[in-house]
């Protein structure tokens, strides 16, 4: 599953920290060969034909099987300037297959978009010390706009938003070896006579850890819901009158859902970008043409090899794309100019 930012702090996420220390030279990028047949890909990596992919309308299928035809062009822009870039490539997208919902979504699929070795969790880590790496050197005015983007994302103002969203979540972190420490201190005012959710409440907000700024955010973004996690992640739900329920995860199988900010690390990892792919439905209220979407994110630094592809159904739309994430396969289309592409990136 992940979450899209839907309002300017989006661009504080892209912009708040500063490029990663000049690496040495970069790989060059990849010097594309004439065409050729697409690679095989295992069985358990075969994509799927878009009549395949479940829960599509009938807009959203129509739309990507246009693309699927015509294709996606993209132009790579390396350090040399243009005289030096490769020519622009098309690539066909397939699905790649349905992805547990578990709230490893985003990097399992990008697993599997990417080719990569490192299973789900371990990629999980990757993007996290990557992260950490750039927050822990940046500067006190970028770490600011960082910390206001991961409040608005886990920790928003209560008193606003209720204009776009009726329920509200606020994340907090339990670490594993206190929940019986935390669970006694909850009983006891139980035991005074406060309802047992105001008493849940109140502990956690009192002795969690409030996802509300960078450092938080990495504990948070490290948890896949395995027993190996050191925090279990806990969700207070809020309507415009107050509480309305707390899920206090007591199986620990809960993880922590990608976002923008976890995408644009697994892009500076795989030195890639990474297009995220929203196809949304008539409650979008979006015509055909229109109704896909290439959501860039970029790494910091260089562009050495492709993009990966990852694929967003935004039905239930609700202003902040859909949540959860499949893989997209591309390969190079034959005998199609980036001039015929259905998108050009």
């Not at 034909?49 to 993209?74: M, N, S």
């Not at 993880?255 to 030195?271: N, Q, R, S």
Request: charged share 25%.
């Amino acid at each position: 599953m992940g979450k899209l930012l839907c309002d300017p702090s989006a661009a504080a996420v892209a912009e708040a920290l500063p490029p990663s220390p000049a690496p040495a030279p970069p790989p060059p990028l990849l010097a594309w060969p004439s065409p050729g047949p697409a690679p095989a890909l295992e069985a358990s990596t075969a994509p799927a034909g878009w009549d395949a992919v479940w829960a599509l309308e009938d807009q959203q299928r129509r739309r990507l099987l246009r693309i699927w035809e015509r294709g996606v062009a993209w132009k790579p822009s390396p350090p040399g300037g243009e005289e030096a870039a490769p020519a622009p490539v098309v690539f066909r997208l397939d699905h790649g297959g349905e992805v547990d919902a578990d709230g490893n979504c985003l990097f399992t699929a990008a697993r599997t978009a990417a080719a990569a070795k490192a299973d789900a969790r371990e990629l999980r880590h990757r993007a996290v010390r990557r992260f950490a790496e750039v927050y822990d050197a940046a500067g006190e005015d970028d770490k600011g706009a960082v910390d206001a983007a991961v409040r608005h994302l886990y920790a928003p103002d209560l008193k606003a938003g209720w204009g776009v969203h009726v329920v509200q979540e606020i994340k907090v972190l339990a670490p594993k070896a206190q929940r019986d420490a935390l669970d006694a201190a909850i009983q006891e005012l139980v035991d005074l006579g406060i309802q047992r959710e105001i008493a849940a409440e109140t502990i956690y907000k009192e002795r969690g850890i409030a996802v509300n700024n960078g450092e938080s955010w990495a504990k948070y973004m490290s948890i896949s819901g395995s027993a190996e996690d050191e925090h279990d992640i806990i969700t207070l739900q809020y309507t415009e009158e107050g509480l309305l329920t707390i899920d206090e995860n007591r199986d620990g199988r809960a993880a922590a859902f990608g976002d923008d900010i976890a995408i644009e690390c697994l892009a500076t990892e795989f030195k890639r970008e990474v297009y995220v792919v929203q196809a949304h439905g008539a409650d979008a209220m979006i015509d055909e043409d229109n109704c896909v979407f290439f959501l860039p994110h970029r790494p910091r630094g260089e562009i050495c090899e492709p993009p990966i592809f990852l694929f967003m159904k935004g039905t239930a739309w609700c202003g902040a794309g859909a949540d959860h994430y499949e893989p997209l396969i591309a390969t190079v289309l034959q005998h199609v100019t980036p001039d015929k592409a259905a998108v050009v990136l």
